[in-house]
């Protein structure tokens, strides 16, 4: 009961430096016992408070507990949550600690779990990943080489920032090796797609646009999200010409990539869809249409059009939607 009093009163001094951060000795002071706490709950909390009152002076207290609970055993920071919080800390305020991100990106956590164990420590190792990335670390295409085909996808979708972030040739190739190689999670691969076009636009176009085609509809549409994201002025017309190959399904999926494009032809073509298309690609088009929506000539034109339609996928939409 002691114990879980002395918690609640740090939780308590944690929650009034955010209300009303007092001077920076006394914040320093509040953060470094609340580190020392042995209960992840408490030292994650600590974490949040740090970035938010951007308290730098508490790198060093930051790098202890993270060397502290390195060395305890799994029960003491369950899912590894608090050690991932303290990287993440040190990452957004900027304070390269290499030795401490170092530790997080070999650490592998072993928890039982139905009818064994798991490694926990995926999330911690891509964010380490992240933040050695972000301070510049000099062999870090080596390192992100080989968290990107990391046994965890928390540790591969942190590589993947990790690698549009570092916006270099080397991480094109590594994105398009990834993308050749796939993943058993659905999302990967339409991330290196976005990341791809992030890192370099006018390289990446073409290398994207072929992934419309794949067999598996979710690396297709990722391809389309990311090609609409980037606003190329190709993306709509690209888009437009896959929507002509496309089955109604597929069209479905290619109604928010086009908004995403947030042109003129995309607004006029979807409209057309709105109008024209079968009921389930009509909606789909409604919904993506409500990118237009702040723009009060834009909102009225929809509204008109989707009133007309008459057809209860549309009607449902558009009160989910727009009401």
């Known amino acids: 009961m002691a114990k879980s009093h002395r918690y609640a009163r740090v939780f308590q001094q944690l929650a009034q430096l955010e209300a009303e951060p007092p001077n920076r000795e006394k914040i320093q002071e509040t953060l470094a016992a609340a580190l020392a706490c042995p209960d992840p709950r408490v030292i994650t909390k600590a974490c949040d408070a740090a970035v938010a009152l951007q308290a730098r002076e508490c790198a060093d207290a930051l790098a202890r507990a993270y060397a502290r609970l390195h060395e305890a055993p799994a029960e003491d920071d369950p899912g590894c949550l608090a050690k991932e919080a303290i990287v993440r800390a040190l990452a957004h305020l900027d304070c390269y600690a290499e030795n401490v991100f170092l530790k997080a990106l070999a650490h592998v ?36 080489a080989a968290l990107v085909v990391d046994p965890q996808p928390a540790a591969r979708r942190m590589a993947i920032l990790a690698l549009a972030f570092t916006a270099t040739e080397s991480a094109e190739l590594i994105l398009r090796l990834k993308v050749h190689a796939g993943d058993s999670e659905p999302d990967i691969v339409p991330a290196c797609l976005a990341a791809l076009m992030e890192v370099n636009q006018a390289r990446s176009f073409a290398f994207v646009r072929d992934w419309l085609e794949s067999a598996s509809e979710d690396i297709a549409e990722g391809a389309a999200l990311a090609l609409g994201e ?3 002025p190709e993306a709509f017309e690209t888009l437009r010409e896959a929507w002509e190959r496309a089955d109604g399904m597929f069209r479905e999926r290619l109604c928010t990539p086009m908004a995403l494009t947030r042109s003129k032809e995309a607004f006029d073509f979807l409209l057309t869809a709105l109008r024209e298309a079968p009921p389930a690609v009509a909606a789909k088009a409604l919904e993506a249409l409500a990118i237009f929506a702040p ?7 929809i509204e008109r059009t989707a009133i007309k339609r008459r057809e209860p996928f549309v009607t449902a939409a558009y009160r989910e939607h727009f009401e």
């Open 109 to 144: 956590q072993m928890e039982p779990t139905w009818g064994g164990k798991v490694d926990t420590a995926g999330g911690l190792r891509g964010q380490a990943g992240h933040a050695l990335a972000k301070g510049g670390y000099v062999n870090i295409h080596f390192v992100l």
């Open 230 to 232: 980037s606003r190329h």
């Open 295 to 301: 723009r009060p000539e834009h909102r009225a034109l």
